[in-house]
């Protein structure tokens, strides 16, 4: 038998044999298993596709970061201003409603309600809040810029980062 009579009648068992699953694909008949032969063959859509973090979600993470960051400086530095009514008013509120009213400016003005930017809000903030005095840990002369050395100190000491000065008796 030529070479060429053998690939020609390979090719049409080939093409019967896909006739008859589709066949009884559609009749709703399943062969058993038989033998896996190709990983390829298998249609790309049967794959479970990996699951990704939005980049909304880790945008707003960043949003809330920074947002509970600003909120606290500003606290701060309002606190140390001169004495003003508006100064006196934010110094007075503290961060978190600082950190609220950015929140809705941001939620509401730029349209951040759904729920990748609402989850990555509420993952931001908390971190924010606990982590601030590790940062400070991490880059203290950036802190100390944005706060005062006092303060800084202080932050890392309730964060028990850095022992109390003893003070000899």
Known sequence: MLDSDRQKQEFQA????IQTRLLEEQSGKQRPATRLTHMSAAPKAAMKPRRRIPLGGTLALVLGLAILLGANVTAFQAGNAPT?????????????????????VLMIGLGMRDKPHVIGLALGLPLMYFGEPYL??????????????????????QAGLRAPPVVPL
């Open 14 to 17: 080939r093409v019967q044999r």
């Open 84 to 104: 003003g009514f508006f100064a006196r008013a934010l110094a007075s509120a503290g961060p978190l409603p600082i950190a609220g009213a950015m929140l809705f």
């Open 136 to 157: 400070a840990w991490l880059a203290p002369e950036l802190w100390v810029q944005m706060y005062s050395a006092d303060h800084v100190d202080t932050m890392l000491i």
